[in-house]
């Protein structure tokens, strides 16, 4: 059974940082792709980073390159989301979502994923 439990998130003022972790299982890395995606209220949920170690590809929402360091640790089956300069704008509930990959790379379409945690809010303040 695939379980993903994120963690890390909460209250931050604009310009700060936090650091998401997603702790996996009944998954290994090299056959399954994971993203992060985000929910804000009264929007679609959306593709937020990925990561593909079968593709050897990373992948990055425009609204948050150069802001957003996705990662792995493979000896604690654990993805990150390292977020730095946070805005307002990035307030959302942050799930991560991982699906087994073949030949396709899933980037950061939340369609293509299958399984889901139940997300952490990400709350930036101005």
């Not at 890390?8 to 993203?35: E, H, K, M, N």
């Not at 150069?66 to 946070?86: C, E, P």
């Not at 799930?95 to 073949?102: D, G, H, K, R």
Request: aromatic share 10%; net charge neutral; with cysteine.
């Amino acid at each position: 059974e695939v379980q993903l439990v994120e963690s890390g998130g909460g209250l931050v003022q604009a310009g700060g940082s936090l650091r998401l972790s997603c702790a996996a299982s009944g998954i290994t890395f090299d056959r399954y792709a994971i993203g992060w995606f985000r929910e804000a209220p009264g929007k679609e949920r959306e593709g937020v980073s990925s990561l593909s170690r079968r593709h050897g590809s990373t992948y990055y929402a425009d609204s948050v390159k150069g802001r957003f360091t996705i990662s792995l640790d493979n000896a604690k089956n654990t993805v990150y989301l390292r977020m730095n300069n946070l805005k307002p704008e990035d307030t959302a509930v942050y799930y991560c979502a991982a699906v087994y990959t073949i030949i396709a790379d899933p980037g950061i379409d939340p369609a293509r994923y299958e399984h889901w945690g139940r997300g952490t809010q990400v709350t930036v303040s101005s």
